[in-house]
């Protein structure tokens, strides 16, 4: 269950970007995105050491991903992390 979440999570709040050096999605800026992506799907998030477990076993190194955020979970974790620009 909690792979395919993770999965799921992947899929609609992430996108590969092959042109980076690894590590568009820092530790924290990762879990954060979980986070909005799960408010945003009425999801519980789970404790990050439980979401970095998750990452690992969907073949995602936390600390150099390749991947860039994308889509609604997006904006709102961009939103929440720096009220000024609303």
């Given at each position: ?52 477990a ?8 936390v ?7 994308t ?16």
């Amino acid at each position: 269950m909690l792979t395919s979440h993770f999965q799921q999570f992947l899929s609609e709040a992430t996108v590969r970007d092959p042109g980076a050096a690894g590590d568009l999605l820092g530790p924290d800026s990762f879990y954060g995105l979980y986070v909005s992506w799960c408010l945003a799907h009425g999801i519980s998030p789970v404790p990050e050491t439980d979401f970095g477990a998750g990452m690992r076993r969907c073949g995602v190194d936390v600390h150099r991903s390749g991947l860039a955020m994308t889509g609604p979970a997006a904006a709102d974790y961009i939103l929440a992390s720096d009220p000024g620009m609303s």
